[in-house]
């Protein structure tokens, strides 16, 4: 089956600290994997995306690569500020369905303290 | 460009009550249509998706519904709601050719509440 595996949160940082929000993920054959990220009373926003193994997301300072040989897709950024507080997902697309639907992870709530 | 509306924002209702719930997609044609809940302090769950007018895939068997009577209309249903339906409920939309990914794009959400 497909699943999707977050650390738990929250994960509190202080502002310009390094981050990681680790992701690793159950797939038959070759999905996508994304991250989401929900700023609070918000619908979810796409942040980063990769199609294939070695590919590396980036959007606004986040970065993520597709490692296949260990199944993870974990998010990073060098700096943190106070406005990336949000709930941050991981998902894949669903190869059962035509790649159609996504597997979402349960969130990881990151909180930067000033 | 397009955009995605769904409403009401928020809603309180009584066990037992009935429910419908509209997400409308503007800008794109034949879109593939999301339902997915979020509980209170859990992750997402699909409940729903449909591939074109009529076409409904459902994911958990439940007392939800969901219908798509118009190319970019999605409606989600219930008879009779319970407590357990209290949630954030999120409509998508993505490319029907997705190709070798499928971004989704979300609509704000209606934060719906069973008492």
């Known amino acids: 089956g497909n699943s999707v595996t977050q650390m738990e949160g929250p994960v509190t940082l202080s502002e310009e600290a390094f981050l990681t929000i680790n992701c690793t993920y159950t797939?038959?054959?070759?999905?996508?994997l994304f991250w989401y990220v929900q700023y609070p009373g918000e619908g979810l926003q796409l942040l980063l995306k990769?199609?294939?193994?070695?590919d590396k997301g980036s959007n606004k300072g986040f970065e993520a690569t597709y490692r296949k040989e260990t199944t993870s897709f974990h998010l990073e950024k060098g700096s943190v500020q106070v406005s990336d507080s949000a709930v941050y997902f991981c998902?894949?697309?669903?190869?059962?369905?035509?790649?159609?639907?996504?597997?979402f992870g349960s969130g990881t709530r990151l909180q930067v303290q000033p | 460009s397009q955009t995605i509306h769904q409403w009401p924002a928020t809603l309180v209702q009584p066990v037992g009550s009935p429910l419908s719930l509209e997400c409308t997609v503007e800008?794109?044609?034949?879109?593939?249509l999301y339902w997915y809940r979020q509980a209170a302090g859990r992750g997402l769950q699909l409940l729903f998706y449909?591939?074109?007018?009529?076409?409904i895939s459902s994911e958990v068997p439940q007392n939800l519904s969901a219908s798509r009577p118009q190319d970019r209309q999605f409606i989600l249903s219930s008879k009779k709601l319970l407590l357990s339906d209290s949630g954030f409920y999120l409509c998508?939309?993505?490319?029907?050719?997705?190709?070798?990914?499928?971004?989704?794009?979300f609509g704000p959400g209606t934060r719906l509440t069973v008492l």
């Open positions: 998508a939309w993505s490319v029907a050719a997705g190709g070798s990914y499928n971004e989704q794009f």
């Open positions: 797939a038959t054959g070759y999905p996508s």
């Open positions: 990769a199609t294939k193994a070695d």
């Open positions: 998902a894949l697309s669903r190869m059962d369905t035509g790649r159609r639907a996504l597997t």
């Open positions: 800008g794109t044609s034949n879109p593939n």
């Open positions: 449909s591939v074109g007018i009529g076409q």
